[in-house]
């Protein structure tokens, strides 16, 4: 099979057959119909996250349909449509359990393996590494079952990759992460493809203000077209100021998605008393930030992390395509280009330019 490969951060991606091996127990072969192009995977690419074994194959944002499965797979079976989750659920430690299955304990032992700590695919007898649990830039993946999540058949497999990781990061920062009420104010640094989605999710909600904050006019034009009742140009003006001037006390939720550690202080900044901020964001490894205790303890200010907004999501994947079929989710407005397997360093070359709301790999 086909994939595109990653064989040193800061090289482009070259596309190569892989050997793949059969599922072993509990995993299932997923044909791929789509992939989203992630800023995570930029991220690896390039090498501000490092960390990553290679060769390795990126791509955690897939869906398509089951191929074959393991022994042992119960819920699963050849035909079925699925969205790729990268966070593996087991549905029995304490966090599935409690409700939290973003935190799910069970993970691949070693970064690029698979939970028994292997590889299923090679490149001349040695191993390819698989990029979060799900390598979905690659016609056909091997993946843990409970990463391998059922959906409706007549959900469109192109629309649904990107529940896969940019809607369900970004809307469930919003609903599950930080629970919005309805009217209340929201700030969002960065309308990327996570951004963007946290902008729908604040729509979804009924928040008002949402106050959409990026360097790049193009995408405050994006986020306005999906619920953004004001743009901010921060190569124009001080976001920080601007906030406070729209929403006279502060913004009650501001969300962070973009991976700079400075803009966590300008998100923490905007903050109104017992506000909340949320870092979706992963800044570069090894980042830090610094901020005014007094500001965390009298105005009761909160910064919390938020990692794949939260999703539980055996019942929120589902959820989102029920919302997309309904016509109150938009994705299609998301996807902005699409790529062949072959093109995938010009997505990133486009990403990188912020030239996309979501760029797509189409098999
Ligand atoms: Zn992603
Ligand atoms: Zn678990």
């Not at 005014?292 to 990692?307: M, P, S, Y």
């Not at 699409?338 to 030239?355: I, M």
């Amino acid at each position: 099979m086909q994939a595109s490969i990653l064989f040193e951060p800061g090289h482009p991606l070259e596309v190569e057959d892989v050997e793949l091996a059969p599922p072993k127990e509990d995993e299932v072969v997923v044909r791929m119909a789509a992939s989203g192009v992630c800023h995570s995977c930029l991220h690896t690419a390039d090498g501000s996250w490092r960390g990553f074994p290679m060769p390795i194959v990126l791509g955690d944002e897939g869906a398509g349909v089951v191929e074959e499965v393991g022994s042992g797979v119960r819920n699963l079976k050849p035909g079925d449509h699925v969205v790729l989750s990268w966070a593996p659920t087991c549905g029995e430690c304490h966090y599935c359990v409690t409700g939290r299955s973003q935190l799910c304990e069970r993970v691949a032992p070693e970064r690029g393996t698979l939970l028994d700590g292997t590889t299923r695919m090679t490149l001349k007898g040695k191993p390819v590494y698989h990029y979060g649990h799900v390598a979905s830039y690659a016609s056909y993946s091997v993946v843990p079952s409970g990463c391998a999540i059922p959906i409706r058949n007549d959900m469109p497999l192109e629309e649904a990759a990107l529940i896969g990781c940019s809607v369900m990061t970004g809307v469930g920062a919003v609903m599950n992460t930080a629970s919005v009420p309805p009217g209340a104010s929201m700030a969002v640094f960065g309308v990327g493809g996570i951004g963007l989605n946290v902008v729908q999710g604040g729509s979804l909600v009924a928040a008002h203000p949402i106050i959409a904050v990026d360097i790049n006019e193009k995408k405050l034009e994006y986020a306005q077209s999906l619920g953004a009742s004001h743009g901010i140009d921060a190569s124009q003006d001080d976001p920080v100021e601007a906030i406070w001037d729209i929403t006279g006390r502060g913004a009650d939720y501001a969300f962070i998605a973009v991976g700079e550690a400075s803009v966590i202080n300008q998100a923490w900044k905007c903050l109104a008393p017992g506000g909340v901020a949320v870092m979706i964001g992963l800044p570069p490894t090894g980042s830090t930030v610094t901020f005014d205790t007094g500001e965390l303890q009298a105005n009761e200010r909160v910064l919390r992390g938020c990692k794949y907004g939260s999703a539980k999501v055996r019942d929120d994947f589902p959820r989102m395509v029920e919302l997309y079929l309904a016509g109150r989710l938009k994705i299609n407005e998301l996807i902005t280009n699409r790529y062949s397997l072959e093109e995938a360093n010009e997505a990133f070359r486009s990403l990188a330019a912020g030239e996309v709301a979501r760029g797509l790999i189409v098999f």
